[in-house]
């Protein structure tokens, strides 16, 4: 006859709301799990939609194609830390992003998040996310050196376009997302880009 087991699910210590937290501090509490650092507060992150994941994969291929054929640098999805602010600490971690062969070279003498930043950052809207928590990520990467930041809509098939001193750019299915200096010659029309959902 089976048992059952009557083994108690690990409990999971929940993350602080008492203090401030540093990078450091969250780098080391996987179990806190998907968040973000903002001012030292740990916020939750819900997890991605398909749809997120279907432009998030499209872009990250597109990108790292060009990339990879021109010997750039990398190309990295998956949201992965980057500070935008230090003490108190903000950690980001944008959808997609790149970073040139000089700045990576001095982000792999760095350990745990990174401190320097790539020079393009995305990120891709989901259903359920406000957004001034998404112009507040745009500011902090465009004022933590990020030169082009680009935010992509896929429920309205639109993209933004941010970089510091300039007005914001807003593309349409007609239009392209361009590399400007940061890719020159990376073209990727929306209207390709949007298509992958349909």
Known sequence: MPTTSTQA????????????????????????GFCELVRGKVVPLSTPKPRHGIITAALTIALGTFVKLHK????LNGDPGVYTTRDP???RGPDVCFISNARLEMANRETGYWGTLPELCVEVISPG????????????YLAAGVVLVWVVDPQRR???VYRSGRP?????????LEGEEVLPGFVLPLAELFGELD
């Open 89 to 91: 600490d903000s950690v």
């Open 168 to 176: 914001t750019r807003v593309l349409t299915a007609n239009d392209a």
């Open 158 to 160: 639109k993209a933004y």
């Open 129 to 140: 996310d406000a957004w001034s928590e998404v112009m507040e990520k745009v500011e902090e």
């Open 72 to 75: 750039l640098g990398k190309v």
């Open 9 to 32: 699910a690990p409990v999971v210590p929940p993350s602080p709301v008492d203090h401030l937290v540093t990078g450091e501090e969250m780098l080391a509490h996987p179990e806190w």
